[in-house]
């Protein structure tokens, strides 16, 4: 969570990087446009043509980073080493695929899968900028761009195909179900659409997506707590009981992250086994836990379903994460944890 | 003070400005100039009599977010350099998040924490009422995950 400081100081930031326009000439170079408009509009007003002028929202790409705070004493090495990684620096992880292979952002913009076992990175798809909103299956991938999904195949040969337009005003969260990919914005609700086109359709109002088949009536209000989940699948509703006192509850289909007063609050929907973690927070853009089991924040993984905090090390406190996958920089090499290569809890 | 004079002296602050309200160079630069163009029919009356900064920004504003409303966009936003770097990945991520938000919402957040304009003065630049614009910016917030101290007051 960032503060309204922090939002005046993006903003000043970025205005400072203003870059320097003749603007008379611009202003003298429309002033005549328009009076070459008007005159062409006058000789053209026996014939009327009506223009559709469609509006056209963006999705912009930027990657997912957290600089985390304090530093624990142990390392994730020898909690799951099997989970830990390293690649060449120039990559980006996106998401966990498997417990052996991750799709990552290449800086040449490129898309592509690297597989931990034999160390081979194969590319999946280029593109002018990394993916912002990205759904990974077990055989394809999907990502937003523009007013678009685009789906391409994890493996084997295959172009990226473009399917939509999808609606809803600022779609943030993309899931991949079967064969159908569905979105959510937090205006909007949930809509799916087939992986190979069609028109989309309005799945649920007034929910977020969680991993499919699951939503959530997730609330704008970053204090409010939501107060059911849904199987959009079954139709099923769970309720959602907030532990005494905690506010923000960000959920998953079993567990939920909150706050009370300065503590971090790991709880179940229904209220109970709650647990005061310090440091976990909300990922930025999906706050509710990875394969229901995970939270981060504070340089530890915490892994819900065994009750187990899990520090990492990252060499100087800045670390970032993917869907399922938490890394940072180290000797020009990039380290990191593979969530879907931690086995289940005993 | 001739037109000219006041765009050579204000031209950079209102660039400056129409980079945060767009969330491009291209746009704000067509912004400023499209205001300028329509502050330059009416420069005698204003200069004189209103305050012509506070008149062209308010004119901003509202073209701002009337044109995002009915106006197609004519080239791929990727196409024109982004003021943010590659690794800056903190500002990046903020950034990107404001620029996807619907113009009225990036507009009311503009106008408070940039222009550091108070609700009611907000409500007015944009015609629209002071609940209104508490919601957007209510909105706005929550879409970036950002703590809004006066909706929560503690964290």
């Not at chain 1, 706050?259 to 709650?274: E, L, T």
């Not at chain 1, 939270?295 to 993917?322: H, L």
């Not at chain 2, 073209?63 to 590659?86: F, G």
């Not at chain 2, 903020?94 to 009611?120: C, H, M, N, S, T």
Request: net charge positive; with cysteine; charged share 25%.
């Amino acid at each position: 969570m960032r503060t309204e400081e922090e939002l005046a100081r993006v903003l000043r930031t970025i205005a400072e990087r203003a870059e320097h326009v003749d603007l008379l000439s611009g202003v003298v170079a429309k002033r005549r446009h328009r009076r070459r408009l008007r005159a062409r509009v006058a000789l053209a007003s026996a014939c009327v043509t009506i223009l559709g002028w469609g509006a056209a929202a963006w999705w912009p790409s930027p990657p997912r980073p957290v600089v985390g705070t304090a530093a624990p004493a142990a390392t994730v090495d020898q909690v799951w080493p099997r989970a830990v990684f390293t690649m060449p620096g120039r990559y980006r992880p996106l998401a966990a695929i498997s417990a052996t292979e991750l799709l990552v952002w290449g800086e040449q913009g490129t898309i592509e899968v690297y597989d931990a076992t034999t160390r081979r990175f194969t590319v999946v798809a280029r593109l002018p900028q990394a993916p912002r909103d990205v759904a990974v299956g077990s055989d394809r991938v999907a990502w937003l761009a523009e007013d678009y999904v685009w789906v391409a195949p994890l493996r084997g040969r295959g172009a990226a195909r473009r399917v939509g337009p999808v609606k809803g005003t600022s779609v943030d969260r993309v899931t991949l179900a079967g064969d159908h990919v569905a979105w959510s914005s937090p205006l909007d609700g949930v809509w799916r659409m087939k992986v190979d086109g069609g028109a989309p359709e309005k799945v649920a109002k007034g929910l977020q997506l969680l991993d499919w088949p699951w939503a959530i009536d997730e609330p704008l209000d970053i204090r409010t707590n939501p107060t059911r989940v849904v199987n959009l699948e079954t139709g099923r509703t769970f309720r959602i009981t907030p532990a005494r006192g905690v506010e923000g509850l960000r959920c998953g289909p079993t567990w939920c992250l909150g706050m009370r007063d300065d503590d971090s609050v790991v709880q179940r929907i229904d209220g109970s086994q709650v647990r005061v973690r310090q440091g976990l927070r909300g990922h930025p853009y999906r706050d509710y836990p990875y394969k229901d089991r995970f939270f981060s924040g504070g340089m530890a993984i915490y892994d819900a379903q065994a009750d187990r905090m899990v520090p990492f090390q990252a060499a100087d406190g800045g670390w970032s994460e993917g869907q399922g996958v938490i890394f940072w920089r180290q000797s020009g090499q990039l380290r990191g944890v593979n969530l879907a290569a931690v086995p289940p809890a005993q | 003070m001739e037109f000219e004079d006041f765009v050579r002296a204000r031209g950079p602050a209102l660039l400056r400005y129409g980079l945060v309200l767009t969330g491009n160079a291209d746009d704000a630069a067509d912004l400023v100039q499209e205001a300028l163009l329509k502050l330059s029919s009416s420069w005698r009356r204003v200069r004189n009599k209103d305050d012509p900064e506070g008149y062209i920004r308010t004119i901003m504003a509202r073209q701002h977010v009337s044109w995002w409303r009915r106006r197609r966009r004519e080239q791929l936003t990727d196409e024109v350099p982004s003021p943010v770097r590659e690794d800056e990945h903190d500002l990046r991520e903020i950034w990107q998040r404001l620029r996807a938000l619907p113009p009225k919402q990036r507009a009311v957040l503009v106008l408070r924490y940039y222009e550091q304009l108070a609700d009611d003065e907000i409500a007015a630049i944009l015609g629209v009422s002071p609940a209104t614009v508490r919601s957007q910016a209510s909105r706005g917030l929550a879409t970036l995950r950002i703590r809004a101290q006066a909706l929560i007051g503690r964290w």
